[in-house]
Structures are given as structure tokens and as C-alpha cells.
């Protein structure tokens, strides 16, 4: 069975202090895994897909990185505008297209 | 472009009423529909998919169920509310591989009283 963990639960940052938040699966081959971004009452907003080990992608303060058993989701000098719930979610190759998501990560970015 | 509406936006409802909440989608044919919900602080949870109408995939046992009366419509129902039912709901949808994964509804705030 696909399984997909994020830690920490939550976490708390100063503004402009750096962290990575985690993200670790195991699927039945990887067909890709997603980042989403979630504000409060709405839903997820698409951040990135990566498809194999040593990719990686950045979006401004944000940079994933993906090995054969997680994810990373760099944060550099982060904003309170970057406060938000970050998901991860896998996808494998064979079966449904279904989207297997973790638990989420809940970002706190104090000013 | 596509879109995705999904309402309501919040609904109280009565232990034992019925429930019926709708999801549309604009701007593409026969795409995958699917529905999460997501309890307070937790992850999202796939609890309906479909790939076609009338084609319907149930993930969990549950109070719910999901139709799709035409390709791009989805609603999940239920015949009588558990207070077990509130959460945040979430209508997504796809097609084929989408290198973007699901497009996400605004979501549905469920609360069974």
C-alpha cells in the first residue's frame, strides 16, 4: 500500500530563518510526487511535481528536492505571506491515477 | 481554461439529514473526478473517484456515496448525517497524467450538529 508521511506536524518560524520540511513515501513505482500549498478553508494549490531521484525545483523561497525515499521542501528566508499548510502527495505508475497525500505540514512564519 | 466549482461553501446540517453537495467542471471532456475529505488538522483523504459516468470507485466504507449523472458533474450524498461526516470536503479533478496532479475545488465546510 502507498504511504506518504510529512514532518514535522507544524512548525514555527521567524521571519527570514530557513528550514526543510520532510516528506517520506513508499509507493509501488514512482510515477511522480506533488507539493501542494493549502491556506486556510480553501483547497490545495499546486506547487510542484517531481519525477525521478536527484531532481529538483525551485519557486522563488521555495526548492523541492526528491531522493528514492523522500522529499524535501526547502524554505530560505521565508515571508509571512509563506504561512500555510504544505502537502505531499504520490502518485504511482500502475493502477488509478489516485493521489495518495501525507498529513500536511502546518508553517507558522512570525514577523 | 478549465475551472472547477464546487458549492456549497458551508453547510450546518442536522444528525440524520440528507446531504448533497455538487461539483462541476469547465473547459474538458471526460475527465477523472474525485472526492477527499479532510479532517481538522489532518491530510486528505480520497474517499470517491470516478474515470467515466456512472463509474464510480468507492475507497473507504462509509455513510456516503458519489454519482456522476453526466461527465462533468459529481455529487456526493448521504441518506442520513453521522456527526462523524463533518469535515472539509474537496472536489478535484484530472486528465490522463497531469504533470500538475489534481485541480482542487474551494472546498465544501461540513458540520453535522
Known amino acids: 500500500e502507498d504511504q506518504v508521511t510529512q514532518s514535522p506536524e507544524a512548525l514555527r518560524l521567524q521571519e527570514g530563518e530557513s528550514s526543510s520540511l520532510n516528506c517520506s513515501y513508499t509507493?509501488?513505482?514512482?510515477?511522480?510526487l506533488f507539493w501542494y500549498r493549502q491556506d486556510p478553508g480553501k483547497g490545495p494549490e499546486f506547487l510542484f511535481t517531481l519525477y525521478s531521484a536527484g531532481e529538483e525545483k525551485e519557486k522563488e523561497r521555495l526548492k523541492a528536492t526528491l531522493t528514492k525515499k523522500e522529499s524535501f521542501l526547502h524554505i530560505t528566508a521565508p515571508k509571512p505571506e509563506d504561512s500555510a499548510t504544505y502537502l505531499c502527495a504520490v502518485q504511482a505508475k500502475q493502477g488509478a491515477q489516485k493521489l495518495v497525500f501525507g498529513q500536511g505540514t502546518r508553517l507558522t512564519i512570525n514577523p | 481554461s478549465q475551472t472547477i466549482h464546487q458549492w456549497p461553501a458551508t453547510l450546518v446540517q442536522p444528525v440524520g439529514s440528507p446531504l448533497s453537495l455538487e461539483c462541476t467542471v469547465e473547459?474538458?471532456?471526460?475527465?477523472?473526478l474525485y472526492w477527499y475529505r479532510q479532517a481538522a488538522g489532518r491530510g486528505l483523504q480520497l474517499l470517491f473517484y470516478s474515470v467515466g459516468i456512472g463509474q464510480i470507485s468507492s475507497e473507504v466504507p462509509q455513510n456516503l456515496s458519489a454519482s456522476r449523472p453526466q461527465d462533468r458533474q459529481f455529487i456526493l450524498s448521504s441518506k442520513k448525517l453521522l456527526l462523524s461526516d463533518s469535515g472539509f470536503y474537496l472536489c478535484?479533478?484530472?486528465?490522463?497524467?497531469?504533470?500538475?496532479?489534481?485541480?482542487f475545488g474551494s472546498g465544501t465546510r461540513l458540520t453535522v450538529v
Open positions: 473547459g474538458t471532456s471526460n475527465p477523472n
Open positions: 509507493v509501488s513505482g514512482l510515477r511522480g
Open positions: 478535484a479533478w484530472s486528465v490522463g497524467f497531469s504533470g500538475v496532479g489534481y485541480t
